[in-house]
């Protein structure tokens, strides 16, 4: 295989490692989502059936905001738009900060070269 033809083979193994990698973290964090929500209702409808809590007040509270809360999260976690949008933020202001911090870094040595000058005067 030529030279130009392994480097190709190696980008590609890279950018579908890269993908793999993220696929793993997206469907980690939709486990863990749908775990915290779902394993606290499904333990305290066991309590109830074991006679060891009464569970009534607590469907209610499960049914009106934790389910509900997953049901809103995983579309958010299924959809790559927001994740690219919230990318695309992130790489915005960390490159604002930098030329913010580049800038003031820059005032700040061309103050120090005027005070030089005026004090060797």
């Known amino acids: 295989m030529s030279k130009i033809g392994s480097r190709n083979l190696s ?9 793999n990698s993220n696929m793993d973290r997206k469907i980690t964090i939709i486990i863990t989502t749908d775990f915290l929500c779902w394993v606290p209702f499904i333990i305290v409808c066991l309590l109830h059936t074991l006679d060891v809590l009464d569970a009534t007040p607590w469907y209610a509270i499960f049914s009106i905001i934790i389910l509900p809360i997953n049901s809103m999260i995983n579309p958010i976690l299924y959809d790559d ?23 003031s870094q820059n005032s700040r040595q061309k103050m120090e070269n005027q005070e030089k000058r005026q004090n060797e005067r």
Not at 11 to 19: D, H, L, M, S, T
Not at 81 to 103: A, F, V
């Open 11 to 19: 980008k590609c193994n890279k950018n579908i490692a890269k993908r």
């Open 81 to 103: 738009t927001l994740t690219r949008m919230i990318s695309k933020i992130y790489s915005s202001l960390k490159r604002k900060i930098w030329y913010l911090q580049s800038s």
